[in-house]
């Protein structure tokens, strides 16, 4: 059996904190934060204006480094920057090129469309996480996974998904991932 560390020295989000940003951004208009009960959030019919696509609903970072912004362009402040590839993100909203997104904390900003990937990923939630075999608790373990692990999603049943970490494939239990909504299949 093998156990599956998140990468060490990484952090999954890197706050740039200046001068109190971080409390005035979670409460100004627009914000992931602000706009967590929006109407958009809660109609499970709501489709993005620039792409028609669901809202909400999941994506992942296609670079190893994505700055999320205040606001829906270049010149608002950064006030985090994600520095994990592949990291599943929750986009809230959109405007043009942007996308709102938020990470599994629920922090996050205005990120342009480029930096994200229609690629589903998984973040491991639960500290040491059985990866299995097969989608049953009785399967035998490939791997232990830590806490932030991040693997790609291949697909997922009602209770179990099956992801590919860097060196392993297997099943993981639903309640120990997030990068994907409680109700959603994926085959």
Partial sequence: MTKVASTRGVALAVALVMAGSLALWAGMPGSARAQ???????????????????????????????????GPNRSHRVDWIYTRRDLPLRVTAEFEHWRRVEDF??????????????????????????MRSRPRPDAPEVAILEQGVV????????????????????WVERSALWGIDPQEVLE
């Fill in 36 to 70: 967590a009960d929006s109407p958009a959030q809660a109609d499970p019919a709501a489709r993005g204006p620039s792409t028609g696509l669901p809202l909400p609903r999941f994506v992942s970072l296609k670079s190893t480094e994505g700055r999320a912004r205040r």
């Fill in 105 to 130: 904390e629920g922090e996050g900003g205005w990120m342009h469309y480029s930096l994200l990937s229609g690629v589903r990923t998984a973040l491991v939630v639960a500290d040491m996480a059985p």
């Fill in 151 to 170: 693997g790609r999603i291949d697909s997922c049943q009602p209770a179990w998904c099956e992801i590919r970490t860097e060196d392993r494939n297997g």
